[in-house]
């Protein structure tokens, strides 16, 4: 991620606005017992080959090329991850 590319109400976020998004998304992270997984050259080469090969944008290609690499589960409601074989798309409005 780019953190230039966030945006906080409408505006470029500030390098205060980025400090307080991570250390926040930190805390979030840590009461939910979640990780974050590191970028690796194997992920990027995956996710080429899977914007490529289906057309995903490049998020989508990375998303679906971690997911892919970690256990070929994506909770998502965008349908697109649904051409991509060996990866299988959880609807989070229907998960119990």
């Known amino acids: 991620m780019k953190t230039g590319n ?3 109400e409408k505006r470029k976020a500030t ?9 926040d998304l930190s805390q979030l992270l840590s ?3 979640l990780s ?5 050259c194997q ?5 080429a ?11 989508d290609s990375h998303h679906a090329a971690s997911a892919m690499l970690y256990d070929s589960k994506i909770i998502s ?8 074989i060996g990866l299988k798309r959880l609807n989070p409005y229907s998960i119990k």
Do not use: G, M
């Open 36 to 40: 974050v997984y590191p970028l690796t």
């Open 49 to 59: 080959n899977l914007r490529k090969k289906h057309n995903l944008t490049f998020y």
């Open 6 to 8: 966030i945006l906080i």
């Open 15 to 23: 390098l205060e606005d980025i400090a307080k998004f991570f250390t």
């Open 77 to 84: 409601t965008d349908n697109t991850y649904d051409s991509v």
């Open 31 to 33: 009461l939910y017992k």
């Open 43 to 47: 992920q990027i080469a995956k996710a």
